[in-house]
């Protein structure tokens, strides 16, 4: 199956703005490509910056935590790939199901490793 590419919504860019920034970058430095495409078909919220190399994940730059609206936690990291182009918005709903509300940057917490 084909994946469907569309535009990066306005909302995506300031939440890798922000999460980019938590950890010390700048979009200049990450530039968001323009086109994505959704995983699950948009289900949790996971893109994939199209233009970017899929089989080349080179780590994590940021991963932050919120709750949605049903109070469930989501999880959401931001990984680049050896080209250091941004590569996925990975977001991770701790019981799979829908994510109900896209997070504003004001809901969420910065994930602190252990």
Do not use: C
């Not at 941004?86 to 969420?108: A, C, H, Q, R, T």
């Amino acid at each position: 199956m084909e994946n469907i590419t569309r535009e990066i919504k306005e909302q995506e860019i300031v939440l890798v703005e922000h999460m980019l920034k938590m950890a010390g970058h700048t979009l200049k430095q990450f530039p968001p490509l323009k086109e994505v495409y959704e995983y699950e078909g948009g289900k949790m919220g996971s893109i994939h910056f199209v233009g970017s190399n899929p089989d080349a994940y080179l780590g994590d730059i940021m991963q932050i935590e919120f709750k949605d609206t049903d109070q469930v936690r989501v999880v959401v990291t931001l990984t680049v790939d050896t080209n250091q182009h941004l590569l996925d918005l990975d977001f991770w709903k701790e019981d799979f199901s829908k994510l109900v509300k896209y997070p504003g940057i004001e809901n969420i917490t910065k994930v602190e490793f252990k």
